[in-house]
């Protein structure tokens, strides 16, 4: 590491450590004004969120109306996948952690495609449906009866979905080919 012009190392450290300490008398004291200033910075940006929100959510039920209509092409796959991992990210952020987890089967039930027994589509209709529905009630936090509901019985369906025949009860298996 190359030392600054005209300073040692230990000289430049004890430069940056003065610059983040604060005068507390004993030299412990840490200035918080930084991180004071990025919290007032995330509470100013926290009043979009709720619109960035419902972007994200446009931009996913676009990505799963194309790939609806055009199913089985890899490029509309990928957006799907992509809108729908961006979700996943983003919504926890945003202040709605249960559409992250919503979002984070969806991503799973996408990876799989291709090992489903019946059509997904449906129960891609019904991710994303949770979603918007999360985002349009602006369901906060981690405790919604009803979005906990939900995502227990989309949990179960991607279990059906997904699962070999072999592995299925016969009842589940007899339901599963009538869809």
Same mark, same amino acid.
């Not at 009043?47 to 790939?67: G, Q, T, Y």
């Not at 999360?134 to 009803?146: A, L, P, S, Y």
């Not at 906990?148 to 179960?156: D, E, F, K, R």
């Given at each position: 590491?190359? +030392?600054?012009?005209? &300073?040692?190392?230990?000289?430049?450290?004890?430069? @940056?450590?003065?610059?983040?300490?604060?005068?507390?008398?004993?030299?412990?004291?840490?200035?918080?004004?930084?991180?004071?200033?990025? +919290?007032?910075?995330?509470?100013? @940006?926290?009043?979009?969120?709720? &619109?960035?929100? %419902?972007?994200?959510? &446009? %931009?996913?039920?676009?990505?799963?109306?194309?790939?609806?209509?055009?199913?089985? +092409?890899?490029?509309?796959?990928?957006?799907?996948? @992509?809108?729908?991992?961006?979700?996943?990210?983003?919504?926890?952020?945003?202040?709605?952690?249960?559409?992250?987890?919503?979002?984070?089967?969806?991503?799973? @039930?996408?990876?799989?495609?291709?090992?489903?027994?019946?059509?997904?589509?449906?129960?891609?209709?019904?991710?994303?449906?949770?979603? %918007?529905?999360?985002?349009?009630?602006?369901?906060?936090?981690?405790?919604?009866?009803?979005?906990?509901?939900?995502?227990?019985?989309?949990?179960?369906?991607?279990?059906?979905?997904? =699962?070999?025949? &072999?592995?299925?009860?016969?009842?589940?298996?007899?339901? =599963?080919? +009538?869809?």
């Amino acid at each position: 590491m190359a +030392e600054p012009k005209g &300073e040692s190392a230990p000289a430049a450290a004890a430069t @940056l450590r003065a610059r983040a300490v604060t005068d507390d008398g004993k030299g412990e004291g840490w200035d918080l004004s930084p991180v004071r200033r990025a +919290e007032q910075a995330m509470e100013q @940006l926290s009043k979009n969120f709720p &619109e960035w929100m %419902r972007e994200e959510v &446009e %931009r996913l039920d676009a990505a799963r109306s194309a790939f609806a209509e055009a199913s089985g +092409e890899d490029n509309l796959r990928q957006a799907l996948f @992509l809108a729908t991992h961006d979700v996943r990210g983003h919504a926890g952020t945003f202040g709605y952690p249960l559409a992250s987890t919503i979002a984070e089967g969806l991503c799973a @039930l996408i990876e799989e495609l291709d090992s489903c027994r019946v059509d997904p589509g449906p129960l891609v209709d019904a991710h994303v449906d949770a979603i %918007r529905a999360i985002q349009r009630g602006n369901i906060r936090g981690e405790t919604d009866r009803g979005a906990l509901g939900v995502i227990a019985a989309l949990s179960a369906a991607r279990r059906v979905v997904l =699962a070999p025949a &072999e592995a299925m009860e016969p009842a589940a298996a007899a339901q =599963a080919a +009538e869809s």
